[in-house]
């Protein structure tokens, strides 16, 4: 038997990371299996499935590189199949015919439950039963001839011949009338998988209150897909041992649901950026430098008159504080020299008492320098230093903020070696100025 297994979101908007998990671990157990990963894109809401939204999903999953192996199936082409299906049932007495609310507007389809308790054995939970008392009739088809929801999802999942359902489990209730539903059209139900969902760190679901909650979100602040990818894998399935970075191939070698997690997993930022910062060093240079260009141009902050390297010269700089590309955003006094103040930095690093004389002093000594080489900036400040009984820290702080305007940043040092001599004068100068040093 060949592995199949099918991604089937509702595009209702935004895609959450909680469906593109279950989309994720779908094609890890495909992959896994030499299967076959399908789409179907359930977008009978015909209010809510607007294009935007189909596009969302489309968007999503091509970001994420999950590629998947027949054209998609739009279910709001399927309708006659799903009617078909419930002839038949009406047929073999599985369903019947109700006049709802007594108004002559028409009848529903209503499917008839077995009538005995309903058991299935899930991939992660385990087995799982619900009592025959707890579970009533449904209907099927709506009064205005429409399949419902259950219906149309069995009959898709049948004839696409899905081997394994992979869903979260917010879906176990449904899975008992759909286990109903295969029998009484004849067929085998599928295994089923239903994934725990992503929390936060109140254990409540995981929103958009909670911050970036959709896929979309974590590609404009700059994540990359590999990291993300990664990240939702290995958010409630562990490969064993304490391998966390690994490529798609490899997680879809070692996938399976017995290291599934059952319960909720918690969505950890800090992780996801530290995971996202490794992605990005071990990016080709010029892959890097495209992706933060683009962010610099978005911002504004783009000068197409700056040096060929400069760039590269400004992320070695700044090295591991890039985990995102938009954090090079925050570097923005490396490509403008109308960059702000911050008024914390300032109050502190600059207008305390005998900083701008430092600053002063410095700026005498760096002028009379040849080798501006980061080297040599830091002996020359080491030495003024210990000239005049302080620390490093007391010169390095007002530099630090008269030339980029904040007290946070990498290494002063490879700073000043990447501005040059000429620009640190400058900013040197005019920030004397504006702070009142004569
Ligand atoms: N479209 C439904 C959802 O997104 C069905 C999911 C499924 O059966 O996998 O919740």
Known sequence: ??????????????????????????????????????????????????????????????WLGLNYDEAPVYQSTQTAAHLAAAEQLLKTGHAYKEDKGGTGKGECV???????????????????????????????????????????????????????????????ENTYRHVALFRALGATPPKYAHLPMIVNAQGKPYSKRDGAAYVGDFRAKGYLGEALFNYLALLGWSPGGDRELMSRDEMARLFTFDRVQSSAAQFDLVKLLWMNGEYMRALPREQREAACRAVLQERGLWNDALPAGYLGRVLDAMAERIKLFTDIADAGYFFTEDFAFDEKSVQKRLLKPGALELLAATRTVYAGMADFSAAATEAALRELATARGLGMGDLVHPVRVAISGTAVGPSLFHMLEVFGKDRVLRRMDKTLEKFGHR
């Open 110 to 172: 209503i499917f008839r439950m077995p009538g005995t308790d309903m058991s299935f054995r899930d991939e992660i939970k385990g087995d799982l039963v619900k009592k025959a008392a707890d579970m009533k009739d449904f209907v099927i088809v709506r009064s205005d001839g429409t399949p419902v929801f259950h219906l149309a999802n069995v009959v898709d999942d049948l004839h696409m011949n899905i081997t394994h359902i992979i869903r979260g489990d917010d879906h176990v």
């Open 1 to 62: 038997m060949t592995v199949r297994t099918r991604f089937a979101p509702s595009p209702t908007g935004q895609v959450h990371i909680g469906n593109i998990r279950a989309a994720i671990y779908n094609w890890l157990f495909a992959r896994h299996a030499g299967g076959q990963f399908l789409l179907r894109i359930e977008d009978t809401d015909r209010e809510r499935s607007t294009p935007a939204a189909v596009q969302a999903v489309l968007d999503a999953m091509a």
